[in-house]
């Protein structure tokens, strides 16, 4: 296995795994509206929906990005099936990431499940369905702009939600305590979204140049997180 094939799996799986805790969040909020013995099961449907969701839209889109055939021409570059994905997905990425970004800067959380009325164990796992569709969106956007080898996205998918099956608590938590994990995993989909409109124009950024922007700024966001805890911990009386 090549080395840079590694990189992408490894990269990848940690921003699916970040970028899904959401996902874990929301099916944490309907399936807490369960019985408790009911909670756990719900969770593990949820997120094995969740998988098998990915997988199939995985699969949907990558026939669409054969479609190599030119369907028109924009500003003399032509067109096509795998250009209209890049470009829309790349668009849908920016707008989610802004999005998100907003809310998070002005402190305003979408809840999207107080729309949603529960009265039973089955409408729970329909609505966590619904929610797994949503986020399988940017989920499989994110893969194929990080990498084109077919097998790693559908590797870094099942890791990524094995991952989440065992740990989901305790990466929410870690989350939860560094919000600045989150803002950066939304700031590199900005990134993945710029570089996946600029490739369905004819306008690749090499994957290299990408991999060593996200590596810097998660190192430069670490040093930041352990000066913070010394801070921290010099201020702390004894």
Do not use: C
């Amino acid at each position: 296995m090549e080395y840079g094939i590694i990189i992408s799996l490894l990269t990848l799986v940690g921003l699916e795994v970040v970028l899904g805790i959401d996902n874990v969040i929301f099916i944490s909020i309907l399936s807490g509206k369960l019985p408790p013995e009911q909670q756990k099961k719900a969770r593990r449907i949820g997120l094995l929906l969740a998988m098998l969701l990915r997988i199939g839209l995985l699969s949907i889109v990558s026939l669409i990005m054969q479609l190599k055939q030119d369907f028109f021409t924009v500003f003399g570059h032509g067109i096509s099936g795998k250009d209209i994905i890049l470009i829309s997905g790349g668009l849908f990425l920016l707008y989610k990431s802004t999005f998100e970004i907003y809310h998070k800067m002005e402190g305003k959380p979408a809840e999207k499940t107080k729309k949603f009325k529960v009265t039973g164990f089955t409408q729970v796992i329909i609505q966590i369905l619904i929610m797994d569709m949503v986020f399988s969106i940017d989920s499989i956007v994110t893969a194929i702009g990080m990498v084109r080898v077919i097998w790693v996205m559908y590797a870094a998918i099942v890791i990524s939600v094995v991952i989440m099956l065992f740990a989901a608590e305790p990466i929410s938590k870690f989350v939860n305590n560094h919000p600045a994990f989150k803002m950066l995993a939304l700031a590199f989909l900005m990134l993945i979204g710029f570089a996946l409109v600029s490739e369905g124009f004819g306008i690749e950024i090499p994957k290299g140049y990408i991999y060593f922007s996200m590596a810097f700024s998660l190192f430069v966001d670490i040093l930041q997180m352990r000066m913070n805890r010394k801070h921290s911990q010099s201020v702390t009386p004894h």
